[in-house]
């Protein structure tokens, strides 16, 4: 069956440091792959997407890696900020719709 | 403007009662979405409507139905609430060509 994994539920790392979120999957092969944040109490809100055929992807402070041998992508952000706490989800497309994972919880402290 | 709107944001009822959620998108996207996050934040999808047509039916008791009067509004209907059914409900809907999800705000419904 189609999994998606985030192995961390929490992250709790200091401000201006480097945060990693890691999405793993299988049973899948997508053609791309997303990133959303969520607030509480809010609808996640979409971050960035990354093809099949792009092995990393840039907006400001973030990045993400796509490894379709590993399976797995990494989500980062640089320099991060208090204001960068929340709740990071990846998604995959499966039958026509999109599939997401648990989430992870970061927390950054100042 | 509120890209996807959902009303009510609240909504207390007693079990054994019939509710109606309201979605609305004005991003003239083609497909929308029915989502439920449980109280363990897992979202996950319920239904999905692609021109007015259903396109995904996931295992979803069928005391749910969604409601499609047109291409830019997808109400979830929930007829003899249960316990089980206390989640947040989130709409969404995507251009379809990627399936990028754009979220209303959600409505948490609980039932006692």
């Known amino acids: 069956s189609q999994k998606i994994e985030q192995n961390s539920e929490a992250l709790n790392i200091q401000e201006g440091k480097t945060a990693t979120l890691t999405c793993n999957y299988t049973?899948?092969?997508?053609?791309?792959l997303q990133w959303y944040r969520q607030d509480p109490g809010r609808g996640p809100v979409f971050l960035l997407l990354?093809?099949?055929?792009?092995k990393e992807k840039r907006k400001e402070r973030l990045k993400v890696t796509f490894d379709t041998t590993l399976k797995q992508s990494l989500f980062h952000i640089t320099a991060s900020q208090p204001a960068d706490s929340a709740t990071y989800l990846c998604?995959?497309?499966?039958?026509?719709?999109?599939?997401f994972g648990a989430g992870t919880r970061l927390t950054v402290k100042p | 403007d509120t890209a996807v709107s959902q009303t009510p944001k609240y909504l207390v009822t007693q079990m054994g009662n019939d509710k109606s959620i309201k979605c609305e998108q004005n991003?003239?996207?083609?497909?929308m979405y029915w989502y439920k996050q449980d109280s363990k934040k897992f979202l996950k999808i319920m239904f999905s409507?692609?021109?007015?047509?259903?396109?995904i039916n996931e295992t979803v008791p069928n005391r749910f139905s969604p409601k499609s009067p047109d291409k830019a509004h997808l109400n979830l209907h929930i007829n003899s609430l249960e316990l089980g059914d206390s989640a947040v409900y989130f709409c969404?809907?995507?251009?379809?060509?990627?399936?990028?999800?754009?979220f209303g705000p959600g409505t948490r419904l609980t039932v006692l």
């Open positions: 969404a809907s995507s251009p379809g060509h990627t399936n990028t999800q754009y």
């Open positions: 049973n899948y092969s997508p053609a791309y």
């Open positions: 990354i093809r099949e055929n792009e």
């Open positions: 998604a995959l497309e499966g039958n026509n719709d999109m599939r």
């Open positions: 991003l003239g996207h083609d497909t």
């Open positions: 409507y692609n021109n007015k047509e259903l396109i």
